[in-house]
């Protein structure tokens, strides 16, 4: 089969690939007028047209997530616990949006409170669905370069953090050796590193 | 500072850097008998010593994810709807774990269910905590290689899939357009790609 017929018949099958269409939603839980969390419950019907009545559906804050580069070419990572972490693991800054804030200027503005730097060459890494069956917010990263400091950290951070840095060879050691244990600072870590070194 | 110094410093500082501790937690819900999902409410003592009363806790299911490479150097991907995704997204191999059920043979399965491939090269690409603050599941990734087909496909999937081949290049290309829109899928292909790279 050609390339052509082949892309025109894939183009034909997700044309008729349908979304899944949420018939109606209701809220089940809302601690604390849904700051951190909302539990609702779906009543979805699927492509075939068959309905699923309980199906669970969790909103949480979007969030950021930043790989900085500093200008002498260290990363800007941090030794610190995390509740669903045991013991101590890297991370990378990133925090919840305020509300209506954009990805980008929420990532500038975690960068400044939690390492007092600031840079001016941004990346996108992209935009991911947490979780791709219950939502659990979106999470937007971002690589930052040729950071420099200009004012001691000022982070509103519950856990105890230590900043250290690290050269390209040794992120890239923690990273494959699991060293960020949460799944989006390991992303966002290895996103970072595969656009370095295309570039 | 010599590096020993520092070292002992760091070291000396992680040990009295303490996890939060879980003082009481109770089930808030658990729709299916918790089969998809529990929400606790957990009342944690932070490391200061200050208590939060009430700290939202998720438990789904953990589940795999697995970057399946042939032994003609292709790709096995989705295209696919998925709930938490407007659109059309490229996947990968995924899915629960069942109940006891081992990371790796929960892999196997899946790759086999879903593609209808066997493959004897394994690698581990890391667990990780979904969500560092509510749980929300621990993903465990894997890189299987050298992959054949054996058996049709067989999968219980509720979504519609079309499976496609990439090649590397192809393979990266998706990933850096931000095509793979559910993060475990891009943590996945992109520590593949490191790893891979590595060698």
């Known amino acids: 089969m050609s390339f052509y017929l082949y892309s025109l018949f894939t183009n034909i099958r997700e044309y008729f690939m349908q979304p899944w269409k949420t018939l109606s939603r209701e809220i089940l839980l809302q601690p604390d ?17 068959s309905i699923i009545q309980n199906w669970p559906w969790l909103i949480t804050p979007d969030f950021v ?26 991370a990378i800054v990133g925090g919840y949006l305020e ?22 060459e941004w990346s996108a ?14 999470g937007h990263l971002f690589l930052a370069r040729g950071a420099r400091y200009v004012r001691p950290i000022d982070a509103d951070d519950l856990e105890e953090q230590t900043l250290i840095r690290l050269n390209r060879d040794e992120l890239r050691a923690a990273l494959m050796q699991g060293k960020f ?3 989006p600072w390991s992303t966002a870590v290895a996103m970072a590193l595969l656009k370095m070194e295309a570039e």
């Open 33 to 49: 007028s849904g700051r951190f969390l909302t539990v609702e419950n779906h009543q979805v019907q699927l492509s075939d047209g």
């Open 65 to 90: 997530n930043v790989v900085v580069e500093t200008e002498e070419g260290d990363f800007l990572c941090f030794r610190q616990t995390k509740y669903a972490v045991d013991g101590v693991t890297l």
């Open 99 to 120: 509300p209506g804030e954009d990805p980008l200027a929420a990532a500038q503005r975690e960068v400044l409170e939690e390492t007092g730097y600031v840079a001016d």
């Open 125 to 138: 890494l992209g935009g991911y669905a947490i979780d791709g069956n219950r939502g659990c917010g979106n």
């Open 181 to 183: 244990r949460v799944m």
